[in-house]
């Protein structure tokens, strides 16, 4: 029974939601909670930690009263760089009491999750994108993932900014009509398309990913719409063939994960179709990704 | 006498910097004074009044105790909504005692200097990026100018915006190495890619804009460089194809403006090319364009 007391959590902290969820020391899940947003930038270390301290305590409390942890692990966008990384595990320690704290990338929590061991690589495409791998020597490395102002080509900001650019340029006259324009306005609530741009100009980042479904759903009938689509599906197609090639593997298993590539959209079904036409085509298998479930294990891992 | 105490000023408030003329009623220019960035945005009204007011109490100051003005003319980079104008011209009102007080764009202050009457197209290219036109009926049209989220094509931003993912995708190997790797470190002072990275980020855009003219210089050796040149170039190219469409008049004649577009820049010598080859061709002209001067023209017109 005292084993039993022995707690672990992981926690995926990402653009639009942060997910937390409790084990126990045989990885079972004791319970699962959700929260908002928890990317990690500079100077936000405090505000990641204070959201995460939170969910912790409901997840807690759901589970009995329990004086401390074994191990926590975050996976957080926004977590490429030691300063971050450094910054947000100091602000737990001041909220958590937990034997072992470590954060690293959302990334690395979803290749956890998706292959517990061996190769493998997990394309991701949410409100930004990134490809994480490990080869058959257990050398981890990423692709992309730079953020949304200078990378995360292919990812949902960026395709519902190209959408919007589309936009903005058929209005002018320096580039094709396109269906984008009704559909943006509808789905955004507005009535012009200055409305709209300056509306996206100051919307939070998620709120302006949040377009990129109209721009898939909108590809099946409006070339505009199709020609972003299938450029996205290029981007992400990069990411995994610059991947392997870096992992010197060409027949390690391929993950895909995010809300771009949920089933039926456009954007997973062009970039499935480029995929298989790589030369040689891309491994792809069918796995559930739960980034908060790896962050979990990666608890686990850390005591034994 | 009494004709040269009446005074008029005008402004061109821009990304990087602020200029006011004054000017007496025959339009012989007293004084010039210059500040930093007064780009409008919403919420900043209260500071480029307080900028503009500044400036003007120095120049004033120059040209000895004066009570009040005729009238002022704002031309500012981000006024394209009626709201940030009309927000901006109350602030003013508030502190500074002119009979009339209009705020406009930079490009219609930029297009008033090039062209006082009659047709012509200014394309700017400086942080930002928009071609205004009139035709010889006087309608006057804009294209592009959609700010640097979703527009501003071909602009120093865009152009360094791009240099920098191109640096980025190399680094992961999603891109051919680029010459832009070194070059872009060593002017802003980085060791790494993931450090400069960091770095634009958080910088504001006139810092990131500032390195465009680095692309600019790789061009010639580098063949990412020239990619990106050359697509700037194409973009700017279509600000005026759009625009001499739209005033349905091909020989209208077009004048250049903007820090990216000096004598001498590699997207000025691509981009005349291209205008050079068009068809048909593009009536190129040589004129200085100084917006404030316009400002101040157009402010004459409003109390002749």
């Known amino acids: 029974m005292a084993e039993e007391l022995r707690l672990f959590a ?7 939601r942060t997910a937390l ?8 899940i004791l319970s699962r ?10 100077g936000r270390a405090g505000a990641v930690a204070e959201r995460i301290a939170g969910l912790l305590k409901q997840a807690l409390g759901a589970s009995g009263p329990v004086a401390s942890l074994e191990a926590l ?9 030691e300063a971050e990384r450094g910054a947000l595990e ?9 034997r072992a704290v470590l954060v690293t990338t959302d990334a690395a929590v979803a290749l956890q999750s ?13 409100t930004g994108s990134i490809a994480i791998g490990r080869n058959r020597e257990g050398t981890v490395y990423r692709v992309g993932g730079w953020g949304r102002q200078f990378g ?98 060409f027949a390690i298993p391929v993950a895909l994960s995010g809300g771009l590539l949920v089933k039926g959209s456009a954007v997973r079904d062009a970039l499935v179709a480029r995929l298989k036409a790589a030369e040689p085509p891309v491994n792809l298998v069918d796995r559930g990704v739960d980034p908060a479930s790896g962050a979990l294990a990666l608890a686990l891992g850390l005591r034994p």
């Open 33 to 42: 909670v959700r929260g908002g947003p928890g990317i990690l930038r500079p």
């Open 152 to 249: 995360d080509e292919g990812s949902a900001y960026s395709l519902a900014r190209a959408g919007l650019a589309a936009v903005a340029k058929a209005e002018d006259g320096r580039g094709p009509k396109t269906l984008l324009t009704a559909r943006m306005l509808e789905a955004a609530g507005k009535v012009s398309v200055e409305e709209l741009i300056a509306w996206a100009r100051l919307a939070r980042p998620q709120r302006v990913a949040a377009l990129a479904p109209v721009v898939c759903r909108a590809a099946a009938e409006d070339p505009v719409a199709s020609l972003l689509v299938q450029a996205a599906a290029a981007e992400l197609a990069h990411h995994v063939e610059a991947l392997r090639e870096r992992l010197s593997d």
């Open 73 to 81: 692990v975050i996976g957080a966008a926004g977590a490429g760089r």
């Open 10 to 16: 992981g926690v995926d902290a990402g653009a639009s």
């Open 114 to 126: 998706a292959f517990p061991e061996g190769p493998g690589i997990v394309l991701s495409a949410g």
């Open 21 to 28: 969820v409790l084990g126990d020391a045989t990885g079972r």
């Open 90 to 98: 100091e602000e737990l320690r001041r909220r958590v009491e937990s």
